[in-house]
């Protein structure tokens, strides 16, 4: 039978006996394929339908068998392919089905489409947005935030300046207004609009007042203001604070201010800790830096007895620690490596 498929999408499907089969490949089956998001990396289920008879292109079928090798995906631009999650598609009702994807499946950020071809029924198409894990978690996690809603929708009913003018309706209240971020749209190009602060608003005229020109293009009476809630900003005092309450392990950036404090402070912390005396013993040829100022400490806060053959440095106990062997004959003055006491 030669039948002619002519498709309104704005109004249905109409049947006429003429013409070819061939535009059924993705007419009807593509009803409701308008694009989604899916998370990138995710398993989902997709429920995917009404599979349409391909004889009176009315009835649902309701008994197909839709296998991991009918599921085929492009995922953004690239060749189609077999999706990899091996479940075949249940039914649900009505001829849609359940067609499970895997972590694989969803892979790549971009357009997914997903095509299948059974025998029996119109071709089925069906079109996703993959987006990265975070962006989609932002949009439709359980801790998405919406954007605030504006505190008031209007027009400009007059125009003073490029920084002042009136609204055409707005708040009895001064300052209502204030530091809230204002949108203006352009009445005849919808997409150019401009972005500023208000600085002021009286509510007796409606006279808004901005921090500075926008700068995008010249406002005109008519055109379309929104302003949103007043974005809450930290005094200079509470941004000091933090700054200057931030724990000194916390800076570990090499070169910076904070890094630099850190080394100060880790430095003072050095000198502020206290020494013992050395044990008695040989001084070592390769001595750290305790050592060796504590010996030096040590010949000059403790007792040294110095005889006319030896030099002794005693602990504060009085205990000899290391000495050496003096010698003089009257042309060289000498004194031997230390060796350790008494």
């Known amino acids: ?13 109409s049947l006429t006996d003429v013409g070819a089969f061939e535009f059924v490949a993705e007419a009807s089956s593509s009803m409701g ?12 289920t997709l429920k995917l339908g009404p599979f ?7 009835t649902e079928e309701t008994a ?3 296998s991991q090798a009918d599921v085929r995906l492009s995922k953004n631009g690239g060749n189609y392919a077999q999706k990899n999650d091996t479940g075949a598609a249940t039914h649900d009702e009505l001829g849609e089905y359940d067609v499970d994807l895997d972590a ?3 892979n790549t950020v971009g357009i997914l489409i997903v095509r299948i071809t059974e025998t029996g029924s119109l071709p089925y198409k069906r079109t996703y947005q993959v987006v990265e894990e975070a962006v989609y978690d932002k ?6 935030v919406g954007p605030p809603e504006a505190l008031i929708r209007t027009t400009i009913a007059t125009l003073a300046s490029q920084t002042s003018f009136t609204l055409t309706a707005g708040s009895a209240d001064d300052d209502a207004y204030n530091n809230g971020i204002i949108t203006v749209i352009d009445q005849t190009t919808k997409t150019q609009l401009a972005t500023g602060t208000v600085s002021d608003y009286t509510g007796s005229t409606k006279t808004i007042t901005l921090n500075a020109d926008p700068g995008v293009f010249t406002m005109a009476a008519g055109d379309i203001v929104e302003i949103q809630p007043a974005i809450s900003t930290p005094s200079a005092a509470s941004i000091a604070d933090a700054v200057w309450d931030e724990t000194i392990a916390s800076h570990t950036t090499g070169g910076s201010f904070g890094n630099d404090l850190q080394n100060k402070a880790t430095t003072a912390a050095v000198f502020a800790n206290t020494m013992s ?3 008695q013993g040989i001084p070592p040829a390769t001595p750290t830096l305790e050592e060796c100022l504590m010996l030096l400490y040590m010949s000059l806060r403790n007792k040294v007895d110095v005889t006319a053959t030896t030099l002794e440095i005693h602990n504060d106990a009085g205990t000899v620690i290391t000495k050496k062997t003096l010698s003089d004959d009257d042309t060289t003055y000498s004194e031997a490596k230390m060796v350790s006491g008494p």
Do not use: C, H, P
């Open 1 to 13: 039978m030669a039948t002619n498929v002519n498709k309104d999408f704005r109004g249905g499907t």
């Open 139 to 144: 949009m439709f996690g359980a801790d998405a």
């Open 33 to 44: 394929g308008d694009s989604m998001f899916l998370r990138q990396s995710t398993a989902v």
């Open 52 to 58: 349409i008879d391909d004889t009176d292109f009315k």
């Open 104 to 106: 694989t499946d969803t």
């Open 64 to 66: 197909l068998t839709i």
């Open 277 to 279: 005396e050395l044990a």
